[in-house]
């Protein structure tokens, strides 16, 4: 099994900034895709960034040039530093990883348990 653990939300006035933090564990072979999705009350969930098997790094419109993904794949752990936060920000976010778990399994979908993000004066 392949458990993904997130940290770091909380609540932040707008203009602020937070450090979102997501580490697999398990049983692991290969990580290919894994970012961080959002759903947002009475939203459907979206994705906010992600690192695809490819080498590409995909941000949704709303977060570019404010959100930055990045990852320490020494420890399957991947980072969303988010600035300049906005109240549509609010939602909880999610960590997301296609993950094999030997060199013969097929690709499991991970997900984390969420971490809440409000931004609210």
């Known amino acids: 099994q392949v458990q993904l653990v997130e940290s770091g939300g909380g609540l932040v006035q707008p203009g602020g900034s937070l450090r979102l933090s997501c580490a697999a564990s398990g049983t692991i072979f290969s990580i290919y895709d894994m970012g961080w999705y959002r759903q947002a009350p009475g939203k459907q969930r979206e994705l906010v960034a992600a690192?695809?098997?490819?080498?590409?790094?995909n941000y949704a419109d709303s977060v570019k040039g404010r959100f930055t993904i990045s990852r320490d794949s020494a420890n399957n752990t991947v980072y969303l530093q988010m600035n300049s936060l906005k109240p549509e920000d609010t939602a909880v976010y999610y960590c997301m990883a296609l993950v094999r778990t030997s060199a013969r399994s097929n690709v499991l979908n991970a997900w984390g348990q969420g971490t809440l993000v409000t931004v609210s004066s």
């Open positions: 690192f695809t098997s490819g080498g590409n790094t």
